[in-house]
């Protein structure tokens, strides 16, 4: 089993990572928990697969159950359901001392997150993470949210949890387009990393290639942002380096209504930004052909005919980190080296556009 400890100013906590956590969830949680209360979060499509066996081994070892099952999708993480689930906890007793563990994929993790950091002004937290984007991205560093209308992640906080759990036995139920959206997020740590996993992505042709080298991924991808999340808990920092290829993917993923992923919109954005900075002589010669060789091999998008529209520009003028009509961009002076550049949101058309 591999650990990465997350050690925080106010927090140290274990990434745990193992193919055979899945069979002593019982027994890795009294590690970090005494016996109490816990709410059990799950959604509809993950609740069938995995919500009876993880709630019997977690009775077994002493806790109180209550299972809490929500519709799968991002429609799941709003106010509302937040209140109903803090509703249903508050009705079955529990207390501060209790606490909560989601077992799903990244809208779970989110919305227990926030769910648990309410309760009471705040309870105890735990993830199961069963999907890549979960297990590689949203479990580690404590970003908690709701959405609010179109308007995602407005509501949240910064809220650790007492232990991550990461088996990639769960992806073996996960679709491939659900798996290959993580992997996104995967090649675009891998590049903000170092060249040792950039080769490492380099290797992965195919789906069946991130299935077989999935828990290796998971283990660099995790050790990379566990390491900026300690350096900048609250993103004022080098955590801004995660958003390599998100500011154009995020304007993508609006514009695409549903239509694409957000993995699949931030493989665009990062082919788009990377060629760009490229031309302006500020990434590397061939690096976006680097990149795009690993996306395009596990079949994500790469390209987008909203960029540089008018509602493309529009989207990145009401970007959340749009900060007095400056974007500060992600560009890769080489692998494993991210650095900042500030653009004027004025200037974004001549530079999108030559
Ligand atoms: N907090 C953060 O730092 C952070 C980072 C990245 C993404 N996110 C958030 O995460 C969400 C996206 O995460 P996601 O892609 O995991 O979404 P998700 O939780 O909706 O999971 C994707 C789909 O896979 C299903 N699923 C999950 N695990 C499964 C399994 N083992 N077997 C079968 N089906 C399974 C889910 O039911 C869902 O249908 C977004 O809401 C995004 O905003 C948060």
């Known amino acids: 089993m591999s650990t990465i400890t997350v050690d925080l100013a106010t927090k140290k906590y274990d990434v745990k990572i193992d193919n055979t956590l899945h069979t002593r969830l019982g027994q890795e949680i009294s590690t970090v928990w005494s016996a109490r209360k816990i709410a059990l979060l799950t959604d509809s499509n993950v609740g069938p697969l995995y919500l009876k066996d993880t709630a019997k081994q977690l009775r077994e070892a002493g806790f109180d159950i209550l299972e809490l099952e929500v519709p799968a999708g991002e429609s799941s993480k709003s106010l509302s359901v937040a209140g109903e689930l803090i509703a249903k906890m508050a009705t079955a007793g529990f207390t501060r001392g209790d606490g909560v563990i989601a077992l799903g994929g990244g809208v779970i993790g989110d919305l227990g997150g926030v769910v648990a950091s309410l309760y009471m002004r705040g309870i105890a937290f735990i993830q199961i993470a069963t ?9 580690v560093g404590g970003k908690t949210a709701v959405n609010l209308g179109n308007t995602k992640n407005i509501a949240g906080s910064f809220y650790q949890p007492d232990l991550d759990l990461v088996d990639v036995t769960y992806l073996n139920t996960l679709t491939d387009r659900d798996l290959v959206e993580g992997y996104a997020e995967v090649v675009k740590t891998s590049a903000l990393a170092n060249q040792d996993f950039f080769d490492f992505t380099g290797q992965i042709k195919s789906v069946v290639d991130i299935r077989h080298h999935a828990q290796e991924l998971s283990k660099r991808a995790i050790a990379y942002k566990a390491s900026v999340v300690m350096a900048d808990e609250k993103e004022s920092g080098a955590r801004q380096f ?27 954005g990062m082919i788009a930004i990377s060629s760009r900075f490229e031309q302006h ?13 690993r996306l395009e091999a596990v079949g994500l998008p790469t390209q987008s005919h909203f960029i540089g529209t008018t509602d ?8 959340k980190k749009n900060h007095d009509g400056v974007l500060n961009l992600v560009a890769l002076g080489k692998v494993g080296q991210p650095i900042i550049v500030k653009k004027k949101i004025a200037d974004m058309p001549a530079f999108v556009e030559n």
Not at 244 to 253: D, M, R, V
Not at 285 to 292: D, H
Not at 312 to 319: A, E, G, Q, T, V
Request: proline share 2%.
């Open 312 to 319: 493309f520009f529009n989207h990145l003028i009401n970007d």
């Open 242 to 268: 995660l958003n390599f290829g998100h500011t154009f993917g995020h304007a993508i993923e609006l514009l695409a209504h549903g239509e694409l992923r957000h993995g699949e919109a931030v493989a665009i």
């Open 281 to 293: 002589g500020i990434m590397p010669r061939g690096l976006t052909t680097e990149l795009l060789s």
């Open 131 to 139: 999907s890549l984007t979960a297990q590689v991205d949203s479990s």
